[in-house]
Every structure is written in C-alpha cells, then in structure tokens.
C-alpha cells in the first residue's frame, strides 16, 4: 500500500478463488470498519482517514466500481474537524 495502513479489498468466487485485489489508502493511516456491496455491484466503505480531511483522524466514505477501483472518496473535509472525527 500506499501509506502506514491502507485498506485492503479483496473479491473472492464461491471457490475461494481470488478475482481481485485493490488497496486503497493515501500516506497515512487509512482504516474501513464498515463495508456493504451497493445496487451497481460496486461497494460502499465507511472508515477513517489521516491521510485526508480536516485533522487528525477524520471519517471517510469510499465507493468503488464493480471492479473495486475508487471512484469517490469523501473525506472528513465535509464534516471534520481539526480533532479526531471517526465514525
């Protein structure tokens, strides 16, 4: 990965055969507590970020393609503060 924690994705066939794997993450911690596939089979990942945001320790969203390619990142910039701000 990319920083000092990075989120790791991984999409796994019935078989336990792996189709993918993606790292998400900027130069910091980057951590995802949550995870749900969404209706176009991409996911939606609720964490927390240092590399981005307001702060210190700032909430993100993230969702992807199908595929597991970031398409947008919000960061604790929406809400955060200058202080932690995790979910």
């Known amino acids: 990965g990319a920083g000092l924690y ?3 994705l991984v999409k796994v066939d019935a078989t336990g055969r792996v189709l993918w794997e993606r790292t998400v993450g900027g130069p ?3 951590t995802a507590y949550g995870v749900t ?4 089979g991409g996911l939606a990942l ?3 970020t240092e590399s981005l945001g307001a ?4 909430a993100c969203l993230v969702f ?6 970031p398409r947008t ?5 929406m809400e955060g ?7």
């Open 73 to 77: 990142f919000f960061d604790g910039e």
């Open 37 to 40: 596939e969404i209706a176009d």
């Open 28 to 30: 910091k911690s980057d």
């Open 64 to 69: 992807t393609d199908p595929d597991g390619h």
């Open 81 to 87: 503060g200058v202080e932690g701000d995790t979910p």
């Open 46 to 48: 609720c964490g927390s």
């Open 6 to 8: 990075d989120i790791y």
């Open 55 to 58: 702060g210190s320790l700032d």
